[in-house]
């Protein structure tokens, strides 16, 4: 079945450093959405990108649709420790079915 | 601003006990949504329903059943509960369908089965 791969599983980094998740999916999505969630919380909608190469900015995060609309990718610019939690992508397949990826953790150090 | 409510956020069952897991949207949305997260897993769909009394399978809707009686309350039941339903339970609702709009979710419950 389709699937969406997202790496890496965990990142720390240190306060400032740059971070980046990348999601594939095995099949071409109609769109993607990204969500982040704070440790012992709920999932919370960031972004959706529909166009094939599609680039959207909120403020320090840079979201990334790919040319064929098979992965996308989810870059911070100087981390801060508001930054901390799980960033999950979730492809949209061609059917109309909302599949999320495994989620990356990331851990950031003052 | 939308509000998804789940009744408990920490529960603690039996194996064999009938759970009943409450979920309530407050913002008219035809579609709802029971997830479950487990480490490593990501979220993965049990059911949804589009509308009143419709639901639909998930990918992983075996040992789950739903209820939909009014809009905006979506019910999770584990008709008798096991080990292997110890999980997050989500809730979340979304004014289209499947991808068409962003979801919503609850804070969630973390259901224990002993």
């Known amino acids: 079945g389709q699937q969406v791969m997202q790496i890496p599983q965990y990142q720390h980094v240190q306060e400032g450093e740059d971070f980046t998740t990348y999601c594939n999916s095995s099949?071409?999505?109609?769109?993607i959405q990204w969500y982040k969630q704070r440790p012992g919380g709920h999932p919370v909608f960031l972004i959706q990108?529909?166009?094939?190469?599609e680039v959207k900015k909120q403020k320090r995060l840079t979201f990334q649709f790919g040319e064929a609309k098979k992965n996308s990718s989810l870059h911070i610019t100087a981390t801060q420790t508001t930054d901390v939690g799980t960033y999950f992508c979730?492809?949209?397949?061609?059917?109309?079915?909302?599949?999320f990826g495994t989620g990356t953790r990331l851990q950031v150090f003052p | 601003d939308v509000k998804v409510t789940q009744s408990s956020r920490y529960l603690v069952k039996r194996t064999g006990e009938k759970v009943f897991l409450e979920c309530v949207q407050d913002?008219?949305?035809?579609?709802m949504f029971w997830y479950r997260q487990d480490p490593g897993l990501g979220l993965r769909l049990i059911y949804f329903?589009?509308?009143?009394?419709m639901k639909e399978k998930g990918d992983i809707p075996e040992g789950y059943s739903v209820s939909r009686e009014k809009k905006e309350r979506f019910s999770l039941i584990l008709e008798s509960a096991s080990t292997n339903q110890t999980s997050m339970y989500l809730c979340?609702?979304?004014?289209w369908g499947q991808g068409g709009s962003p979801l919503h979710f609850g804070n969630g419950t973390r259901l224990t089965v002993t």
């Open positions: 979340a609702s979304s004014l």
């Open positions: 913002m008219d949305h035809e579609n």
């Open positions: 329903s589009y509308d009143v009394k």
């Open positions: 099949t071409t999505l109609s769109n």
């Open positions: 990108l529909v166009k094939s190469g």
């Open positions: 979730a492809g949209v397949s061609l059917g109309d079915k909302l599949i």
